[in-house]
Structure formats: C-alpha cells, structure tokens
C-alpha cells in the first residue's frame, strides 16, 4: 500500500479528527491511521455487555452557535443533525462536602457566579467580586493575545495583554491568598480545578480562567450521545474521495530524512506516503522515537514537559432508583471529603491513598432525552478521581493479583462513598461495574503514564514556549492536547487552526490565530 495521499494523520483522537474531517470536506486525500478499534480518543465510546460507555469525556463547552464545536459542525455539514444538550444554567456542576454541609451549585456566567457566591458568603462579597473581575480581565487578554508568540509577539502582548504576562506564573492559589479568601469561599472556586488535573497551589491561573470562562458560558452534553458525535465526524472523513480511516494501524516505523517524513509504516508492516503529515499522539513521545538528533535542542527542551495527573473510573450501571430522587440531573455532582482541597489531592495524587478522594459525578442518561446507553430501566452512573500512576504501574508490572486486589479496593471505596453520602443501599440497586486504573489509559488510549491531559497544566506549562503545530521538520505538525491545549474544545480550536494554516480556508471568522485558549 504505497500509494501517496495529501494528508496522513496519526491517531483519531478529537484534534486529529477535526483537521482530518476538515481536509477531507474541502477535498484533500486524508489517511488516518489508529491504534485503536474506535475513533475519539478520551472521547472515544466502547461498548461492555448491553452497556455502552464514553472512556474519559462527560461534558464540553464551545457547542453554542458561532462557537468553535458548533463552527466545526456547521463546516462540515452536520450542526442539523449533531446537537447538544445544555447542562443547567442554574447549577451545571455542583459542589458537594457532605462532611461541612455545603453545597453549592455553579450558575452559568462569571457574573452569576460571583452574585450567588457573594450571597451565600456575605462578608467576602468585595474579594469575590475581585476575583471574577480578575478573571474576566485575563480572559479578555487572553483572547487577544496572538497564535503566533515569537519574540516581536511577546512584547506587542505585553502592552496589549498586561494580565498575561503579569500573572502567566501565579497558581490559582497565588490569587487566593492574595485576596485572602476564607476556606469555604477557595473550596468551592476550585471545585472545576479536577477538569485541569492539579489542585490550585500548583494550577495554572490563567487555565484555571480559561477552564471556568468556557464552561461558564455554556456546559453541554451531545444529544446523541459522544458516540454519534464522534461517529457522525468519523463518517465525513470516510466518505471523501480518496480517504480512510485504517484502524488497529499502529505506527511502528518512520521515514525520516533531510528534514522531511517521507512515509510510515504501522506495525503489520503496510505503508503509507503523504506530502505532509498531521500527528495527534504525544509530541515528546512522538520525537523521542524519531530521535532527538533530528532536532534542534530548543525544540527538545520545549517538549521537556512533565505529563498531567492520571485517573481512576468507575463505570456503574444502576436499577430500581432513579438517580434524580439522589440530588443528581442534568449537571455534575463533585464530591470533596473535606474543603482544603489542596491537601486531598496529595494524598490521592502524591502518596496515591484513594480511601477518601475527592469524586467527580456524572449520569450520561439525565443530560439527554435521547434512550440511555444501558438496558431499559437502567441509569449510568460514572464515577472519576485523580490517583498516582506510578503505584498503579508497579503493581500491574510485578504482581497482577495484588494490582487486581488493589484496583478492586479503590473502587469498592469510591462506592461507598456515593453509598453512604448519595444514594443509602446503591450496592442493591448495582447491576454493573468495572473500574479503570491509569494503566487502563496506557492501554486503550495511548497516554503516556495514563494521563488525562496531556502536559501538566502548570504555570511552566501554560506560557509562550507551550507546544503549537509547528515543528522544525518541514512537512510534520502536532495536533491535541499537549500541542496547545487539552478539552474536546480547546482541541477542536487546535485543528481547526491547523487546518487553515495548512490551507488558507477559516472555520472560525479568521479567530483561529488569536487566543491562548
């Protein structure tokens, strides 16, 4: 199989999807070549038994019209028959320490959030206001700070984005102590800080603000469920003239040579040449297969990130109960043990105890009135956290009884948690269950130390070295989360900009070039 295409792009997950399905629209020749039996990626759906469950994505921003999803959508022909549902406005994620007795449902909209939240803490009315204020003016930076960040860039944006370049160091916690907020009022304003994987002493300020601004103008779940989400996108690129979609294709070889791949060749020894070549795995990984030698060190030194947190998920299947009757719905249920969250994510991430974690909630079978991905009378019930790789990678690697034992006793804990805090007696109600451990996101979808996503989102890591498409070999570039930035929209943004630098074609009013997020 040698014969030459436009495009190949390795890995489907949702920024080589989205360049990918662009091409092929505007009539490229594309190839994509992926490792696994399912396209997505995080977002991937796998089926297990009459169960069907979306791997690692429970909710998205950027759906609405004129947003960069719906943008993608309607370019490629589906904003029709691909919609979405909105989360409630009046509390899309909640907030939940059954142990202090708080909780605290997240409106849509800086401004909704601070009123609500100046309300239930009325001494702190003026520091919060402050604290929104501060994000809505970085978020404004932010949006005008240029795609490109040479040298000239930098210092137009430090007179043009002056809170990008004073806070591009601070943590959330940075900001928290410096508006002196009280325990309750940090715990509940770092509630979302698990989307970002890092708890707010090390959390980037600047994605903390881009995280809770996208979110806060609209949560979403796809009518459809993520599968017919992903499937309708995966069927564009399938249906051009001259492409395809090759799946269990790992890439095992590359042909590089005078600053330019030539083709690569996947591990059942078939091979695929291109004029240019689109890379959605991981940009370290990637280049430390081809060898550090093709490289200026520059560009090494700038893939030398550390990799974010990895997770642990429950996927339940639950009878006789409806989970609305249990304080759940059409939003997203955190659960913290107690409100110094900085604390709970050392024991679980650094000292890898997950007894008593902080849980993300979600019920995929609330959020849409299409039927539910289980049997009829069944509602899905998922269950996320943060855990240690390391530990989990060393039991799995020297004795599988132990890690078996082990991977059973975190998720046994994280239901007894929902038991005795939710829902009394779900153990009753369970007619399925499976956990997946960081190893599981090592196996099925090709993270590096199981993580969720991609870089770690540290102050070093969200700055003007951060990765882009743009490679020193002349016909490579990157797509996803660690080229830019991790979130089903944030990445979609990523290959929409990588396709109209690649073809001088917007999808997005020519906004793809502005912005850090």
Not at 64 to 93: A, M, Q
Not at 119 to 136: G, K, N, T, V
Not at 175 to 195: E, M
Not at 327 to 352: K, S
């Amino acid at each position: 199989m040698n014969e030459s295409r436009d495009f190949v792009v390795i890995g489907s997950g949702m920024g080589g999807l989205t360049v990918a399905s662009l091409l092929a629209r505007a009539g490229y020749r594309v190839t994509v070549l992926e490792a696994h039996t399912y396209p997505g990626g995080c977002c991937h759906t796998f089926p297990m038994g009459p169960y069907r469950f979306c791997a690692a994505v429970h909710y998205i921003f950027y759906c609405g019209p004129g947003e960069p999803i719906y943008n993608l959508l309607h370019k490629l022909g589906l904003h029709e028959t691909v919609t979405f549902e909105r989360l409630d406005p009046r509390g899309y994620d909640h907030f939940s320490c059954p142990r202090e007795r708080v909780r605290f449902p997240i409106p849509s909209g800086l401004n909704a959030w601070a009123v609500s939240l100046g309300d239930r803490l009325p001494a702190e009315r003026e520091p919060i206001a402050a604290f929104f204020r501060l994000i809505e003016e970085s978020v404004r930076d932010l949006k005008k700070l240029p795609f490109d960040r040479g040298l000239k860039q930098r210092l137009t944006a430090a007179l043009a984005c002056p809170n990008v370049m004073r806070y591009r160091r601070w943590t959330l916690q940075d900001v928290f102590d410096t508006l002196n907020l009280s325990p309750t009022a940090q715990a509940i304003l770092a509630t979302q800080v698990g989307d970002l994987g890092l708890p707010p002493r090390e959390v980037s300020f600047l994605a903390y603000c881009g995280l809770v601004s996208s979110y806060g103008a609209g949560a979403y779940y796809p009518t459809g469920h993520f599968d017919h989400f992903i499937r309708s996108i995966e069927k564009v690129i399938v249906c051009g003239r001259g492409c395809a979609i090759h799946y269990s294709s790992e890439v095992a070889q590359v042909d590089l040579s005078q600053g330019r791949i030539h083709s690569v060749t996947t591990s059942d020894g078939r091979e695929f040449k291109a004029d240019a070549f689109i890379c959605n795995t991981d940009p370290k990984r990637f280049v430390e297969s081809l060898g550090h030698r093709h490289f200026p060190s520059s560009y090494v030194k700038q893939l030398d990130y550390r990799y974010s947190a990895s997770s642990f998920t429950v996927y339940l299947g639950v009878e006789g109960l409806d989970l609305r009757d249990h304080g759940f719905g059409n939003w997203n249920v955190w659960h913290y043990p107690h409100l110094d969250i900085n604390r709970t994510y050392d024991r679980q991430n650094r000292a890898g105890d997950l007894t008593d974690p902080w849980l993300f909630m979600s019920t995929p079978a609330l959020c849409t009135p299409q039927p539910a991905l289980c049997p009829p009378g069944q509602q899905i019930l998922e269950l996320v956290t943060t855990c240690n790789f390391d530990r989990f990678d060393a039991l799995r690697s020297t004795n599988r009884a132990v890690y078996t034992k082990a991977k059973n006793h975190a998720r046994d804990s994280m239901i007894d948690i929902v038991e005795r805090d939710y829902i009394p007696r779900l153990r009753k109600h369970l007619r399925f269950r499976m956990a997946g451990s960081p190893t599981t996101n090592i196996r099925y979808l090709w993270a590096p130390r199981g993580h969720i996503y991609g870089s770690e989102l540290s102050p070093r890591n969200v700055d003007f070295c951060r990765p882009t498409f743009k490679t020193p070999i002349s016909n490579l570039y990157f797509t996803g989360a660690s080229a830019e930035f991790p979130s089903i929209g944030a990445t979609v943004v990523g290959g929409c900009r990588l396709y109209t630098h690649l073809t001088g074609d917007s999808v997005n009013g020519g906004r793809e070039m502005y912005g850090m997020v």
